[in-house]
C-alpha cells in the first residue's frame, strides 16, 4: 500500500492509499490486521447531495461529529471571534447521508444538490 | 511395590502417598504417587497411591492389587480397603497408641507421618529419606514436632 | 545443569511457564486444571515471576484479554479445562485465524451432561478444527519439555499460531512423578525472547481482525494451513517427532494412543512382546498437525491397528480412528483400522483391559 501523491489531504484526516486487489496468495497479509487511520478509497462520487455548514446559526455542540456514521465530520482550529475551533466536514469520507443536516438542533446545515 | 493408603479428607493421607514417593525418589528409585480423584471434602473416605520400582512407573491405573495396606483411620479397616491385598501383603493400622503419640506431639490426631515411621521400620523406605521428604514439606516448629512423630514411631 | 524435583503435571507446567516469562497470563479456575493457577499466582506473589496476571471473570475473556495482550507484542499464556475450554470456543478460533501465538495449557476433562470432573479427551478432541496445534504429553516430563517447546513452536514467525498442550486430568495433572527440571540459562536457549509476527503500538496502530469477504477469505485460510504445515516440520526437526513408536519394528498389529494411557500401554507390549506377540504401540503427540505422512509410512505393512482414545463420537466413528482410517487410505493392503473408546469421564484403564483390546486387534474383531 502505497499513499497516493496526487492526494492533497489534511494531515490529521485518514489518508487515501492505492490498493490492489490481490492475484495471489503471496499478496495477501498472513493475517488479517492492517494498519489503522487509512482509507483504500475515497467516497466523494458516492454523493447525491452534500452537507454545507452555516458557520454563524452553528453552536459547537458537536451533534453532527457525534453522530455521523462515518467520522467525515471533525473540529478543525481556526482562528475566529467566537471560537478557537469550528466543525468541518471531510468530503472525501462524505457520502452525503444528510443525517447531520437531519440531527442539527439549529438548523446549520443544509444539503444541497451535488 | 505398591502401597494403598486409606484415610478420610484432612487427616493427610495423599500427603503420606505423596511424602512416601517423594522420600524413594531421593533413595534412588522411581515411584508415583497420586490420590483417589475427584472432589476433596473432609471426612470423606479418600485413598492415595504410591507406586515404587527400580524402573520408571508408567501404570497409572488405580492400585487394585497393593503389597501394603495402610490405614490412618481404624474405622476405616474394612473389605474395601483390604481388597486386593496379598496373603502375605502388609497391613499397617492406626492404633490408639498412635493417635495419642499425635495428640502429644502434634496436638492433633493427624498420624500420616507416624504411619510413614512404621512404614520405614518395615524398611519399605530408609528413614533417612522419609526424613529428607518432610524436611521439603515443613518448615519450623511443625517441622521438628513431625520429625519427633516420624521418629517416635519408628522406634516404637 | 537439570535439577531432580518430585512434582504433580500441573507443578511440572507451572515450572515451565515461570521459565518462559510470558509477559500476561489471564487465566480462570477450573478442575483439574486449578493448581496450575494456584502455583502461577504463588510465583507472582513472592516475586519468582514477573507478568501481568489478570482474574478474568470466564474462559472467554481469559482468550480474549490475550489477543490484546499478544497483538502488542508479547508472550501469553492460559490455561483451561472441559466446560472452560468449550466455553472458550469462539474465541478459539478468533485466536487461530488471528495468529496470535497463545500457548494454553488444557487439562483432559470429559464434558457435561451428566457432570463430571474426571480426565477424558472429549474436551479437546471435540475442537480438532478451531485450527489450533493441538499437542498431547504423556508425562510429567513430556508435558514439562511440551510447555517451552510450545512457545517456541507458536512464537515461529512461518507458524504464528496458537498451541493447546493437552495433559489428562488427573491421571497427569494430579500424579506426582520424579522429574527433571532445566535452569533459566538452559530455557533462554530453547526459548529466546518473543519476536512478535505483527505488532501494533501507539506510533503503529492496527484495525486488528478486519473482515474478508467471500473473494478473500480462503486466502487467509491458506495462510493458516502454510502456518500448520511449518509447524509440522519444525516438530520434526525440533520438538521430537509428530508421533512415537515403540516396538514396531517387528509387529504386524499396533496399538494408536495419545495422552497419559500410553505408559502403560508400553508395560503391556514389553510384556506381550517378551512372548512372542507381534504388537507395538504408535503414540500421537500431535494432533493438529495431523501426521498422515508418518502414520502411512510407520503403519503401511501392519495388519490391524487399533485407536485407543478417550473419546466417543456419538453416531459415528471415534474422532481420531476416523482420522488414521483417512490417513491409511489408499495405501496397498492398508491396515484394518478398529475404534476403542476407554476412560470415560474418568474411568480407570487397567493392563487387563489394554490386553482385551489387544487381542480383539489381534483376532481383527470390533
Known amino acids: 500500500m502505497a499513499t497516493d501523491p496526487n492526494n492533497k489531504r489534511n494531515p490529521n484526516r485518514p489518508q487515501i492509499v492505492s490498493w490492489n486487489i490481490p492475484s495471489k496468495l503471496e499478496d495477501y497479509l498472513p493475517y488479517p490486521h492492517a494498519p489503522s487511520g487509512v482509507l483504500i478509497e475515497g467516497h466523494a462520487n458516492w454523493r447525491l447531495e452534500k452537507p454545507i455548514v452555516d458557520c454563524v446559526a452553528c453552536k459547537n455542540c458537536g451533534t453532527c461529529e457525534l453522530l455521523c456514521p462515518d467520522a467525515a465530520i471533525f473540529y478543525e482550529e481556526v482562528a475566529s471571534a467566537k471560537s478557537a475551533k469550528s466543525i468541518a466536514i471531510d468530503y472525501e469520507l462524505c457520502k452525503g447521508c444528510g443525517i447531520c443536516a437531519f440531527e442539527c438542533k439549529f438548523n446549520a446545515i443544509k444539503m444541497e444538490k451535488e | 511395590m505398591k502401597i494403598r493408603f486409606h484415610g478420610r479428607g484432612g487427616q493427610g493421607c495423599f500427603t503420606a502417598a505423596r511424602l512416601l514417593g517423594l522420600a524413594a525418589t531421593a533413595q534412588g528409585f522411581y515411584s508415583l504417587a497420586f490420590p483417589s480423584f475427584g472432589p476433596e471434602r473432609r471426612g470423606a473416605p479418600v485413598v492415595g497411591y504410591t507406586k515404587i520400582s527400580d524402573k520408571p512407573v508408567r501404570d497409572r491405573s488405580a492400585i487394585l492389587k497393593p503389597d501394603v495396606v495402610v490405614v490412618l483411620d481404624e474405622k476405616m479397616l474394612n473389605a474395601a480397603s483390604k481388597s486386593g491385598l496379598a496373603e502375605n501383603g502388609l497391613l499397617l493400622v492406626n492404633s490408639k497408641e498412635i493417635t495419642e503419640l499425635a495428640l502429644k506431639i502434634l496436638g492433633r490426631a493427624v498420624v500420616n507421618t507416624a504411619m510413614l515411621g512404621l512404614l520405614a521400620k518395615k524398611d519399605i523406605v530408609k528413614l533417612e529419606f522419609v526424613e529428607q521428604a518432610i524436611k521439603n514439606e515443613f518448615k519450623g516448629a511443625l517441622l521438628e514436632k513431625n520429625l519427633e512423630l516420624l521418629r517416635r514411631a519408628y522406634g516404637n | ?366
Open chain 3, 1 to 366: 545443569m537439570a535439577i531432580q524435583k518430585f512434582l504433580s503435571g500441573n507443578e511440572a507446567i507451572a515450572e515451565a511457564v515461570k521459565l518462559a516469562k510470558p509477559a500476561v497470563i489471564a487465566v480462570y479456575p477450573i478442575t483439574p486444571q486449578t493448581t496450575v493457577v494456584e502455583k502461577l499466582a504463588d510465583f507472582v506473589a513472592n516475586g519468582e515471576l514477573k507478568t501481568e496476571f489478570i482474574n478474568v471473570e470466564s474462559e472467554h475473556s481469559a482468550l480474549s484479554a490475550l489477543m490484546g495482550a499478544s497483538a502488542m507484542g508479547v508472550r501469553t499464556f492460559t490455561a483451561t479445562s472441559s466446560q472452560g475450554l468449550l466455553y472458550m470456543s469462539e474465541c478459539l478460533h478468533y485466536a487461530a485465524g488471528g495468529r496470535f501465538p497463545i500457548v494454553m495449557m488444557n487439562a483432559n476433562r470429559a464434558v457435561a451432561l451428566p457432570w463430571n470432573i474426571f480426565g477424558d479427551q472429549r474436551d479437546s478432541l471435540s475442537q480438532l478444527e478451531s485450527g489450533w496445534i493441538q499437542l498431547y504429553a504423556e508425562n510429567a516430563q513430556e508435558a514439562f519439555d511440551l510447555t517451552l517447546s510450545s512457545f517456541a513452536i507458536a512464537e515461529n514467525h512461518a507458524v504464528a499460531l496458537p498451541v493447546m498442550l493437552n495433559v489428562d486430568g488427573f491421571a497427569l495433572t494430579h500424579t506426582y512423578e520424579p522429574l527433571n527440571i532445566i535452569s533459566q540459562e538452559d530455557a533462554d536457549k530453547i526459548l529466546p525472547p518473543f519476536k512478535p509476527f505483527f505488532e501494533m503500538n501507539l506510533e503503529k496502530p492496527l484495525s486488528l481482525g478486519f473482515s474478508a469477504g467471500p473473494r478473500d477469505n480462503t486466502a487467509f485460510k491458506q495462510h493458516q494451513i502454510n502456518g500448520m504445515k511449518a509447524a509440522a516440520k519444525l516438530i520434526n526437526e525440533k520438538f521430537g517427532d509428530l508421533v512415537d513408536a515403540y516396538k514396531l519394528e517387528n509387529a504386524k498389529y499396533a496399538i494408536i494412543t495419545l495422552g497419559s494411557i500410553s505408559g502403560l500401554v508400553r508395560d503391556v507390549i514389553d510384556e506381550l512382546q517378551s512372548d512372542g506377540v507381534k504388537v507395538g504401540l504408535l503414540r500421537l503427540r500431535s494432533l493438529r498437525p495431523f501426521p498422515e505422512e508418518e502414520l502411512r509410512s510407520a503403519l503401511a505393512n501392519f495388519k490391524t491397528v487399533g485407536v485407543l482414545e478417550k473419546n466417543l463420537s456419538v453416531g459415528a466413528e471415534n474422532a481420531v480412528a476416523k482420522e488414521i482410517k483417512s490417513a491409511l487410505y489408499g495405501l496397498e493392503n492398508a491396515p484394518q483400522v478398529l475404534a476403542f473408546s476407554g476412560g470415560l469421564g474418568g474411568r480407570d484403564i487397567s493392563a487387563n483391559e489394554i490386553k482385551d483390546i489387544i487381542s480383539k486387534i489381534i483376532g481383527g474383531e470390533k
